[in-house]
């Protein structure tokens, strides 16, 4: 900081430097040169610019490119007239920065909080007439791809009457995509995808499957899940791309893995209503688990992938469905051997559906 | 400030310090993690704002005047205008497929990849425009009266032409988009022009172009000198092999330190051409960092940011500035008396659009 206070002005017209001294009269102000005097300008237009070198650079509103540099220690009966400094931005001055990061962090975590937590109580608030638009809108009739034979549609229909109480409002289909998966869209919609249908060895592995669907259906899984990635994006919108993403993957991973310990919960529960043995979808889990490697993995592999993974491991949904055994109960196959042939062959016997992914690997 | 013109190198000098710059990089760090990532607006701002400010040309030094706020309101914007109508777009083709319209699908696909392209012109254009127009030096700034929307078009059609012929009018394409955007700027009364010539830089081009064709084809000829000389195919079986593999490693190498190296070899030719042409009234600017320069350059980055464990990053900008203003230099004069002040519209908001589509450089 140089001992000498020093005044230098660009008019914001030219880049001619002018030398200048200030001259206050009460609430305005002239800027001096030898020869000329500029002004007069008022104090309250005055806005801080920014510090450059050991000068303190201020500008005029309104006037484009109108600075006034000062240098050296500033007379008192300046300064006061003059606004402060600027360093981090308006809300951060204001706090300092030890307080901003704090409220800051604060702030933070309420918006991801409510944007995890308000899905729940929000999800039920749409009208499931939305909800139904939404489906029809993504699903249409899946580019043809829904199986129907008479017998087989009269099985399904057995099925899902058996594992829900009021199944106007659902509609399951099985598609033909060989697949051994099934998913739960918005609007009740539950596609079960024909390579698993066609690799269950009964129909009560079926049933299991079914009703885990259904159970996100009920439990308004769908939506919950579409409001928070939406929330999640909107809040994470601020963060670079990939950490972004990375976080938001993590978050909403964490939340799909209660909503399938759930939906596996509602499954059970109704297999037991419908007198079905959860020993099919137990020994489907058995299956599943030999495909993705639990099996392999002892106790200890288990950890990091049971974790990062979306669905919880197969091996544990297993044992879980296997406790769900009531002993001595007298459990009855979910379709008869006649239903079950009509329904595994649906497909098969349906000329018309279309089949694969449409774009595609047939 | 003298005028010691002995001892000036170029018109162009920074001196800022790491040190320094340090003391904005970790708070504005820190702010932007508690803040989920929006005070990036006014970290990006504070940055330019010393970056700028440790800048003389000749004898004054730049001043960034951009706003946090300004880069904040362009990045919503965008989100609003062109992130939502994006999802939606998504959503609806994912409709589309699941019902087996793919060729509408394809085509809202080819829309949407086309808009974008569009913008991204858009994009260049816009952030150079805000950049100029944010520049002060001796209170006087730079723009553009044209909002860019004829540059998106010549994005379009520039690029695919340098695309047809496989890829070879790559360097027109550049050289004249740089030279049609800097025609469209100003500083002060003055138009620039930019007038760089393409064909200087298609050797480099062809260097580049030609690598992976000359260690593939040095490659396979290896190979069979080798075959050809090993001849007994039993007892070589094994050293034929690790010859095979250490000719793969070779390849791999040399895919990975020779393409890079050649393609900094081309950007720095690009670069100096570019920045060649360019002339302000009597001013006419040089770019002085040749192939090696941009080499060290950029090894020392990767190593800065490996060293650090990626901490590092946040030093970027200090070092790309830095890089850019100690190899630029200018020549002619300046008349301070006609330098007056831009008459170009000055938009109320950032480079929204670059920052979304995380497009950084000069």
């Known amino acids: 900081m140089s001992s000498f206070f020093d005044a230098w002005h660009y008019d914001g017209r030219s880049a001619v430097r002018r030398k200048v001294e200030v001259q206050t009269i009460g609430q305005q102000f002239f800027l001096l040169e030898t020869e000329r005097r500029h002004g007069p300008f008022a104090f309250a237009d005055v806005e801080y610019v920014q510090h450059k070198g050991d000068v303190d650079v201020y500008g005029l509103s309104g006037v484009d490119g109108w600075r006034l540099m000062l240098s050296g220690p500033v007379p008192a009966e300046l300064s006061a007239h003059l606004p402060s400094r600027r360093r981090y931005g308006g809300w951060v001055d204001r706090l300092g920065l030890g307080k901003a990061t704090v409220v800051f962090s604060v702030a933070r975590a309420a918006a991801i909080a409510v944007v995890l937590l308000s899905p729940q109580w929000l999800a039920p608030l749409i009208p499931q007439s939305v909800d139904k638009k939404l489906g029809d809108a993504l699903v249409g009739d899946f580019g043809g791809r829904f199986c129907s034979t008479p017998a087989g549609k009269a099985a399904l229909k057995k099925l899902v009457a058996s594992l829900d109480s009021s199944p106007d409002d659902l509609q399951v289909e099985v598609a033909k995509i060989d697949m051994i998966n099934a998913v739960a869209l918005p609007g009740g919609k539950v596609i079960l995808f024909d390579g698993l249908v066609k690799q269950a060895r009964s129909p009560d592995e079926v049933a299991g499957v079914l009703a885990h669907e259904i159970g996100h259906v009920r439990e308004k899984h769908v939506m919950q899940a579409l409001l928070r990635q939406m929330g999640l994006a909107v809040v994470l919108g601020g963060v670079d791309g990939n950490s972004g993403a990375l976080v938001n993957n993590m978050l909403a991973m964490s939340y799909s893995r209660e909503a399938e310990a759930e939906a596996d919960a509602h499954s059970m529960k109704a297999l037991g209503n419908a007198d079905i043995s959860p020993v099919g979808t137990a020994s489907f889990f058995e299956r599943l688990s030999e495909l993705d490697g639990s099996a392999r993995g002892g106790e200890e592999g288990r950890g990091i992938t049971g974790y990062m993974s979306s669905h919880p491991l197969s091996r544990e949904r297993k044992k879980a469905f296997e406790k769900s055994i009531v002993k001595g109960k007298d459990y009855k196959p979910a379709l008869t051997s006649a239903e079950w042939t009509e329904l595994k062959t649906m497909c098969t016997q349906d000329r018309n559906a279309k089949s694969g992914f449409g774009f595609d690997f047939e | ?362």
């Open chain 2, 1 to 362: 400030m003298s005028e010691d013109l002995s001892q000036r190198h170029s018109a162009f000098r920074f001196h800022g310090t790491w040190r320094e710059f340090a003391g904005i990089a970790f708070p504005n760090l820190l702010l932007t993690i508690v803040t989920l990532g929006i005070y990036r607006f006014w970290a990006t701002t504070r940055e330019r704002e010393y970056l700028w400010g440790k800048t003389d040309f000749i004898d004054e030094r730049l001043e960034w005047t951009g706003k946090g706020m300004e880069l904040f309101i362009g990045f919503i914007m965008v989100f609003f205008l062109l992130g939502l109508p994006l999802i939606v777009i998504q959503l609806v083709s994912q409709g589309l497929i699941f019902r087996g319209e793919t060729v509408i699908a394809a085509a809202v696909t080819l829309v949407m990849f086309l808009l974008l392209f569009y913008l991204t012109g858009l994009a260049y254009f816009r952030a150079l425009r805000y950049r100029l127009s944010r520049t002060y030096w001796r209170g006087i700034r730079g723009g553009s009266d044209d909002p860019g929307f004829q540059y998106g078009l010549s994005y379009i059609w520039r690029s695919f032409v340098g695309w047809l012929p496989i890829f070879l009018l790559v360097p027109w394409s550049m050289i004249s988009l740089w030279n049609e955007r800097w025609n469209a700027m100003s500083f002060g009364p003055h138009r620039f022009s930019a007038n760089a010539e393409w064909k200087p830089l298609m050797r480099r081009y062809l260097l580049f172009y030609l690598v992976p064709f000359l260690v593939f084809v040095g490659a396979v000829a290896f190979g069979i000198a080798i075959a050809a000389s090993g001849g007994q195919p039993d007892a070589l079986g094994g050293t034929g092999m690790a010859i095979g593999g250490i000719l793969l490693i070779f390849a791999v190498l040399a895919m990975y330190i020779v393409l890079p190296l050649a393609a900094l070899a081309y950007y720095s030719k690009y670069f100096r051409l570019a920045v060649g042409g360019l002339r302000l009234h009597d001013l006419e600017f040089e770019f002085r960092a040749r192939a090696p320069d941009w080499i060290l350059f950029f090894l020392a980055n990767m190593a800065i940011i490996i060293c650090t464990l990626g901490i590092g990053y946040i030093f970027m900008p200090y070092r790309n500035w830095k890089f850019f203003i100690d190899h630029m230099e200018a020549y002619g004069e300046v008349n301070i008396d006609e330098l007056t002040q831009s008459e170009t519209i000055v938009s109320k908001h950032g480079e929204g659009l670059l920052d979304a589509f995380d497009v950084g450089a000069i």
